[in-house]
């Protein structure tokens, strides 16, 4: 089984964010930079894979230099190979993305590729589907469970309010929810390990895939209003706090 | 340029979702800048029937896609079908739930079509010849204002975050013949948790954390059977193996915006915060009177979980009588 994996950099979800001066990012500095929860479940998924079935796990992400902390966890977490393509400074959107990912994968053979079902920076849930269409492939998002036999891939999905259980052909995508696996941490052998293991960067210019000119443009980006300190209901008894609570919600905010 | 907009509509156990009707209106909002039409478009099997409800917000056309191959709601088959639809209206802007399943549908129309996205939308808005939408990012610690360029424009809204209106409109239900080519996804078996308040559609949550020491959530599900609330968990609730993953809200469990918010025992993790910080009212409940939830609450009461969550249901119950 050749299985591929897509996995971002993204702010650790501890991060506090801020607005950069331009209004239409988040500040930088201080980041602490970390392989997306959704994605660490991808890799971990498919070295489970690849250990009961045999084949490689190769990673591949997009990004800057830096991008390569998180392939390196992938590689430390004991996946085989990694791609980035290095974006050269150029900011792609979701379908971009997807477009120059999907191109890349064209020119492997790969069983199941493997993805985050939403990278928690963007909050796009674009790319995963978004690459399957560009490779003519299906996709079924947000796995929980999975099994492969005789060329087809059964999955778990979570949906609103329920699960389904799809079955389709492979090659295809899943995408990862929660629930699918508890990302193993890395070692230090596997840290050792992982420093030797080749990583093979592709500049955008060189992949052949032309992005186009992005079609989504953050404009602006700001704080949602924040909520000053609540009021500290008193009382004598937990009686009396819950009688003061709930003659506030009924009166003052007309909630209940 | 075309100035029609197509509002995709989803439906659950043969009517359609809330969310159908909240497409359906922001549809409207849009079309009046645009100058209209407004269509709904409408897929299933046996869907006849309710698709003129679709007039009842509004809708200007009603197309419907009537093919047993679209009973399920598989995101393959409704891509085909609404394609297909979408060649008969050549929208500026196409608007769709940002579902389970209208996620899937959105990201691979787009690429489809290439045609821009925006994601989980909370706003949407014209400005000049484009469309702006709002929507969270860093699950929900920021919002960002994005501005689609390319036809059509594509928006998927949040559930709950745009108002259902009725509004007549003219609409009469056209069929659709679609054609289904290639679909590969079989559906095995489905399961929907019956009687189960979905936590992005409920009014009110009511959460659980690590302070509830265990999975016994009896004292938490009381108070949300009292107040018709769903029941959600912190991620370390969740770590503990005391609640399901489904029940997770924060930057990596589902992002809520209930009316009020009642967070029992959680402490307030950044992530956590994120994934609540729309709801309109909240309520905190915990022992530790330094918890950071208390810090992002609109009310607080320092106790034992134990003591004061019992206490407000009934408070609750005597409200009902």
Redesign the interface.
């Known amino acids: 089984m050749e299985i591929a994996v897509l996995l971002k950099q993204v702010?650790a979800?501890?991060?506090?964010?801020e607005?950069a001066d331009d209004g239409t990012a988040?500040k930088t500095e201080g980041i602490n930079w970390v392989m997306n929860?959704?994605d660490e479940m991808a890799v971990e998924e498919a070295l489970q894979i690849r250990d009961a079935a045999g084949g490689t796990v190769t990673v591949f992400s997009l990004g800057p230099e830096k991008t390569v902390e998180a392939l390196r966890t992938a590689l430390a977490m004991g996946a085989d190979t990694a791609v980035r393509i290095d974006t050269q400074g150029t900011l792609l959107?979701?379908?971009a993305t997807?477009k120059v990912l999907a191109g890349e994968l064209k020119k492997g053979a790969f069983d199941l590729i493997i993805a985050g079902h939403r990278a928690?920076?963007?909050?796009?849930?674009?790319v995963?589907?978004?690459v399957?269409?560009?490779m003519g492939i299906?996709?079924?998002?947000?796995v929980?469970r999975q099994e492969q036999a005789d060329g087809k891939i059964?999955c778990t999905?979570?949906?609103?309010?329920?699960?389904?259980?799809?079955?389709?052909?492979l090659p295809a995508l899943i995408t990862t929810?929660?629930?699918l696996n508890e990302p193993r941490y890395t070692s230090l052998p596997g840290i050792m390990k992982a420093k030797k293991k080749p990583i093979d960067t592709r500049a955008l210019s060189e992949t052949g895939t032309d992005p186009?000119?992005p079609?989504?443009?953050?404009?602006?980006?700001?704080?949602?209003p924040q909520?000053k300190?609540?009021?500290?209901?008193e009382g004598d008894?937990?009686?009396d706090?819950?009688?003061a609570?709930?003659r506030?919600?009924?009166e003052e905010?007309k909630?209940? | 340029m075309s100035q029609g907009i197509l509002a995709i509509t989803e439906q659950v156990d043969g009517s359609f979702k809330n969310i159908s009707f909240e497409v359906i209106s922001t549809g409207k909002k849009i079309a009046e800048k645009t100058g209209g039409p407004l269509t709904a478009a409408v897929m299933g099997a046996g869907v006849d029937a309710i698709a003129r409800q679709a007039a009842e917000y509004g809708a200007d056309r009603i197309l419907v896609a009537d093919h047993e191959g679209l009973k399920d709601g598989?995101?393959?088959a409704c891509i085909q079908a609404a394609a297909q639809l979408m060649a008969h209206v050549d929208p500026a802007v196409v608007v769709i739930g940002?579902?389970?399943?209208g996620?899937?549908i959105?990201?691979?129309l787009?690429?489809?079509l290439?045609?821009?996205?925006?994601?989980?939308c909370v706003d949407v808005r014209v400005d000049g010849d484009r469309v702006?939408a709002t929507?969270?990012?860093?699950?929900?610690?920021?919002?960002?204002?994005?501005?689609?360029?390319?036809f059509p424009a594509i928006v998927a809204i949040r559930p709950r975050a745009m108002e259902a209106v009725a509004a007549q409109g003219a609409g009469e239900v056209e069929k659709v013949d679609i054609r289904l080519d290639g679909t590969?996804?079989?559906?095995?078996?489905?399961?929907?948790?019956t009687g189960?308040i979905?936590l992005?559609?409920a009014d009110?949550v009511v959460t659980g954390g690590r302070g509830m020491g265990g999975d016994d959530f009896t004292v938490v599900e009381a108070l949300a059977k009292a107040?018709g609330a769903a029941v959600g968990a912190s991620r370390s609730a969740?770590d503990e193996g005391w609640r399901?993953?489904?029940d997770?809200v924060?930057?990596?469990?589902k992002v809520v915006a209930p009316?009020?918010y009642i967070a029992c025992g959680v402490s307030g993790?950044?992530?956590h915060l994120?994934g609540m910080?729309?709801s309109?009212?909240?309520?905190?409940i915990n022992k530790d009177?330094e918890a950071p939830i208390?810090?992002?609450?609109?009310?607080?009461?320092?106790?034992?979980l134990f003591?004061?969550v019992?206490?407000?249901t009934?408070?609750?119950e005597k409200?009902k009588g």
Do not use: W
């Open positions: 702010p979800t501890e991060s506090l964010v607005i988040i929860p959704y959107d979701g379908m997807a928690v920076d963007d909050d796009n849930f674009q995963g589907p978004a399957a269409e560009f299906p996709h079924i998002s947000m929980i059964r999905r979570t949906i609103d309010g329920g699960t389904l259980v799809l079955e389709t052909a929810q929660r629930g186009g000119d079609m989504v443009e953050t404009i602006a980006m700001r704080l949602p909520r300190g609540g009021r500290i209901i008894s937990a009686a706090k819950a009688a609570l709930v506030a919600l009924r905010t909630v209940i | 598989l995101s393959d940002a579902t389970s399943s996620k899937d959105a990201a691979r787009s690429a489809r290439n045609a821009p996205l925006a994601m989980d702006v929507r969270p990012m860093y699950g929900g610690k920021v919002l960002a204002d994005v501005s689609l360029s390319g590969t996804l079989n559906l095995v078996e489905k399961h929907l948790e189960k979905e992005t559609e009110v107040l969740v399901p993953v489904s997770q924060g930057q990596t469990g009316n009020l993790a950044i992530q994120a910080a729309s309109r009212v909240v309520v905190a009177p208390f810090a992002k609450c609109d009310f607080g009461i320092v106790g034992d003591d004061v019992p206490a407000v009934a408070e609750i409200l």
